[in-house]
């Protein structure tokens, strides 16, 4: 794309170019099950980036492994399709060493509830200043549908064919004690409310996380069920933590929208402030320090 066509800084006395959300689809098409709930969710993002008016160069979406987390080839910006559950760390170096680029890191519930869920904890409570939307269809899809740790309790399928032991995880609950501080709830079947909760948590400065109710129709299509079960979430006051958390566990309907949101320091910020400071004793030479422990 143009500089223009990308949203670029025009020459003084020039419009803008307005950049629609199909300029950010890339070359490749999604190679999903058609119907997949992940294409509500990658509309959502092409449409959050354009509200935005985003520049795909200082744009990196990050993934883990699995069907939603083909994502970033689809999209028109850098991308990172990494390893099984490491989304967050490497989202977080990114943010770290490069602290002008947004970073959104995006996989499934498999990725990020199981083999990923220290790094989601530790992503959380240090207040990265990125974006995590977790796309939830509570299989593990990309491998014929075995049951994740969102799978509701007594669920069958090719690998429980007696039903699933253990209990789902809420990861908008978890999310909330991990201390992010930002914690919403969309569903791929109302994309545009998504985009909203999109926008708001790439704007949030610190760790945003929006879990996504993202049915898989191959292996549990559950689209029918989501649009009668889930309402908007009560107005309440978004700093309090216990009626976040109170609001995220409602079991008749499920509540979507933003359930928790609060400023704190972002690591990136601290870490700025570490290396200031670092720089500042760095006029003295590594030796001095390394003296200083001797
Ligand atoms: Fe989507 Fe399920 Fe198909 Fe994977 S298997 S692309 S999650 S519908
Ligand atoms: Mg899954």
Redesign the pocket.
Known sequence: MGDEAVGGKAAAGMTRAVVSPMAYRSEHKP???P????FGVLNAIYRTMADLQARPENFVIVSGIG??SRLPEFVNAYGFHSVHGRLLPIATGIKLARPELEVLAVGGDGDGLAIGGNHFMHAARRNVDIAYVMMD?A?Y??TK?QPSPTSDMGMVTKASPYGVLEQPINPAALAIAFGATFVARGYSGKPRDLEALIVSAISHKGFAFVHVVSP????LDAFDYWQANTVEVEAHDPEDRSEAFRLTSITDKTRLGVFYQREEETLDEKYKGLRDRALIAGRLKVEDFIREYQ
């Open positions: 190679t999903w099950c119907g997949c709930g992940d069907c939603s269809n299989v899809g990309m549908g898989c129709v191959t292996f």
